[in-house]
């Protein structure tokens, strides 16, 4: 039987946050719910944080299961504290159950990359970062959704691939500490709400943006058992990931924008091809108006949670 803890902190009327030291129940008649939990790291021995999202209903029943989405978050919303946990909001599947107050049927597991020191020497949106940049959720409403963000002013006119010489036509830079550096903490984080929790082991799913793509790529290729279904976006994966992924007959859908100087479409396509190749059902699609923030649209997107919730993992 679960345990009811002592919670900490509640705040929030409509919906409920909470920071608790383990593993709750939801209590009958309750909305949505958003946790903090604690967890010992494997990779550095330090208390880490994560969120899970307990969807509307859950627990009403004690014999229903429920679907669960990992989210792993990208460069921007790395944190050390619990309150730089808030950051994760900022968009996803969390920005849109939370923030947006969407109906969508998943337990939600954040778990979050550690700064790395690159708040003091990485790119200006890690180090002057403020938490004004973090949505709140409102007591009533929901405030103006992110979607649709004015790529042509960011990245100007849609012209092909960025020009040749420069550092993006050769990829992206992902030498710094990304997604793989700290495993297997996300499979600790996530054995966790597998044992605490009410959940279909059936249908457990992965997604992430940027970092999160590529770390998505890494964690479905080496953990494939745990994987019903991956959804990257603006991340893609080495041939050796797609390899691994389609043997275990993982489903992927990658998104990628037309506009985007970092993550450009054309990296992904040796992954896909392989994937393919192999037999392995696949999508790809490619926002062709949409800049690097590309999850803006792919989040409010309806069909990404059908696609995700119509595979089962035997």
Known sequence: MKRLLVFLTVVMAAGQLFVASGPITAQEGSGEQLIKLTYTSTASGLERYYFVYLP????????????????????????????????ILKNGPLYEAWIQKRDLPFIIVAPQLPLFGRDKTGPDYLVNRTRAEIPQ???????P????????????????????????????????ST???????????????????QVDRSRVYMTGVSLGGFGTWHYASQYP??????????GYGTEAQAEAIAEAAIPVWAFSGGRD???????????????????????FTTEQDMFHDVWNRVYAREDIYDWLLSHTKN
């Open 56 to 87: 509307k209903g859950y627990g009403q029943d004690t014999v229903q299961t429920w679907p669960v989405l990992v989210w792993l978050h990208g460069d921007g919303e790395r944190g050390e504290t619990l309150d730089d946990l808030d950051y």
């Open 137 to 143: 959720r409102l007591t009533e409403g929901v405030p």
């Open 145 to 176: 959704h992110t979607a649709d963000a004015p790529a042509r002013v960011i990245a100007g006119e849609m012209v092909g691939a960025v020009a040749a010489g420069t550092v993006a036509e050769l990829g992206p830079d992902i030498s710094y």
């Open 179 to 197: 997604w793989d550096v700290v495993d297997p903490d996300v499979i600790t984080v996530l054995d966790t709400v597998l044992a605490d929790y």
């Open 225 to 234: 058992d745990y994987f019903a279904a991956i959804l990257p976006v603006v």
């Open 261 to 283: 100087p970092v993550v450009q479409s054309q990296y992904f396509f040796a992954a896909m091809n392989k994937l393919e190749e192999m037999g392995n059902e696949i999508r």
